[in-house]
C-alpha cells in the first residue's frame, strides 16, 4: 500500500494497492452513504464509520493471453493465466465482471450475435460463457464445456501440470473469489487450444489445437463435432472463416498456410483460386493480403508477429510483435505501402481487436 495528499485540508487519502493488481483510494475524512461497484462505505470492525473508498484500478492477476470483441456493444472479453474471463466496458475503461474457469484461457471469441464467449483454453477445454446483467450487475455464467483433440497422458517436467506422471499442484487461491479451481490429473489433460472462431452465421465453432488439428463442432447440436481437418505438420496458430463459412484459411508454427474445404473437410487443392476470396475476419499473420506487415522486418531473424487484426471495415489491419510496437497499415497490406507505429506495450501484444464500430482496438499483453 501507499498514500497521496491532494489539494486543501479535507483532500486527503491513501492510495492502496491489492493482491489482485488493483488499486483503491482510502479517504478517511468522507463520510458519503453511496455505494457502488467502483464506491463503498465501510463500517467494519476495525474500520471507521464511514469512511469511503473507491477502486481506481482492476486487472488480471497474470499475464493476459487472448482478448475478444463484442459484436455489437463495446464491451470486450479478455482472459489470462489466473483463470478467469473478465468482461470489460471499452467507453468507461472499468471491469464489469469476472468468471472462473477451471484452466487458464489461451484464446477467446464471441458468437456473432454477442449472446455467448466461446474461451479455449491451456488443457484443451472449450468453455462457453454467457455474460447476464441483473440487478447488481454484469456475471459471466457457464453454459458448456467439452474437452477438445487430443489426450495428453504424460506431461513434461516444465509442464503446468508439474513433474512427469505426478499429480498437479494445487493452484494458489484467487482472491477475487475466494474459491480453489479444481486439481487435474496429468492423465486428463488435452493439448492446449491455440485459436477459436465461430462461423459468420454462428453455426459452427473451429477450435485449433496444438495437437495440429482444427476440431469443428456443431453450435446447434450442443457443440458435438462435425469433423476434424487434418494437415498441418505443426500447431495450428490462428484461423479464420471466409464470408459465408464454406472456406478456412489456417496458419501454423512453421509459417505454412493452408485452406480448407468446409463442405468435404478437406484441404482446397489450389490456393490460387481463392486469392479474390472475401473473409469474415483476418486474424492470421500470413497471407497474401497481409504480406506487408513482414516487408523491410522479416528476413529469417528473430523478428515475429504475435498478433494482427482487421478492422470490420476491412479498411486497415493492425499488427503487433518482437517490437513491443502496434503497427497500422491499410488492408490489404501490401509491400511498401505506408504505416503508422504505436509503442505502449512493454512486452509483444497478446492479441487484437477492433470495437464493433472501428473507433479503437485493443492490444493486452
Known amino acids: 500500500g501507499g498514500h497521496g495528499h491532494g489539494r486543501g485540508k479535507h483532500a486527503r487519502y491513501l492510495a492502496v494497492g491489492t493482491l489482485g493488481n488493483g488499486i483503491c483510494t482510502v479517504n478517511p475524512g468522507r463520510t ?60 468507461k475503461q472499468t471491469l464489469l465482471a469476472t468468471g472462473r474457469l477451471r484452466e487458464f484461457g489461451s484464446c477467446v471469441c464471441y458468437h456473432p450475435n454477442g449472446s455467448v464467449v466461446a474461451v479455449g483454453t491451456h488443457n484443451g477445454e472449450v468453455a462457453i460463457m454467457e455474460a447476464i446483467k441483473a440487478s447488481h450487475g454484469w456475471a459471466w455464467h457457464t453454459k458448456s464445456r467439452r474437452n477438445i483433440g487430443t489426450k495428453i497422458r504424460n506431461l513434461p517436467e516444465d509442464g503446468a501440470g508439474g513433474r512427469k506422471g505426478g499429480k498437479a499442484p494445487k493452484p494458489e487461491r484467487n482472491e477475487l473469489d475466494n474459491v ?20 459468420p452465421d454462428g453455426s459452427i465453432l473451429a477450435v485449433a489445437s496444438k495437437d495440429t488439428n482444427i ?43 493452408l485452406y480448407w474445404d468446409l463442405t468435404t473437410y478437406k484441404q482446397h487443392s489450389s490456393a490460387f483460386g481463392l486469392r479474390d476470396e472475401k473473409w469474415a475476419t483476418w486474424t492470421c499473420p500470413l497471407g497474401w493480403a497481409v504480406h506487408g506487415i513482414w516487408e523491410n522486418n522479416y528476413t529469417g531473424g528473430d523478428y515475429d508477429i504475435s498478433a494482427i487484426a482487421r478492422s470490420h471495415s476491412s479498411n486497415v489491419v493492425c499488427a503487433g510483435g ?44
Not at 470492525?45 to 455489437?72: C, F
Not at 476440431?215 to 472463416?241: P, W
Open 32 to 91: 458519503t452513504g453511496a455505494t457502488s461497484t467502483q464506491h463503498a462505505t465501510s463500517s467494519a470492525p476495525g474500520h471507521a464509520a464511514g469512511m469511503h473508498s473507491a477502486v481506481v484500478l482492476q486487472s488480471h492477476l497474470g499475464k493476459v493471453t487472448a482478448v475478444a470483441t463484442h459484436p455489437n456493444l463495446n464491451q470486450y472479453a479478455t482472459v489470462a493465466t489466473d483463470r478467469t474471463i473478465k468482461l470489460w466496458d471499452a467507453d
Open 180 to 199: 480453489h479451481a479444481a486439481d487435474v490429473e496429468p492423465s486428463q489433460r488435452f493439448c492446449e487450444l491455440r485459436d477459436i472462431k465461430f462461423s
Open 215 to 257: 476440431y469443428l463442432l456443431d453450435v446447434t447440436q450442443n457443440y458435438r463435432k462435425l469433423g476434424v481437418l487434418k494437415g498441418h505438420s505443426t500447431f495450428v496458430s490462428h484461423i479464420d472463416f471466409n464470408w459465408n463459412g464454406t472456406v478456412l484459411q489456417s496458419n501454423d508454427a512453421s509459417k505454412e498456410i
Open 322 to 365: 518482437s517490437y513491443k510496437s502496434v503497427k497500422l497499415f491499410p488492408f490489404p497490406a501490401l509491400p511498401d505501402y505506408e504505416s503508422r507505429t504505436f509503442y505502449a506495450h512493454a512486452a509483444s501484444p497478446a492479441g487484437m481487436a477492433f470495437l464493433h464500430d472501428d473507433k479503437k482496438m485493443v492490444s493486452p499483453w
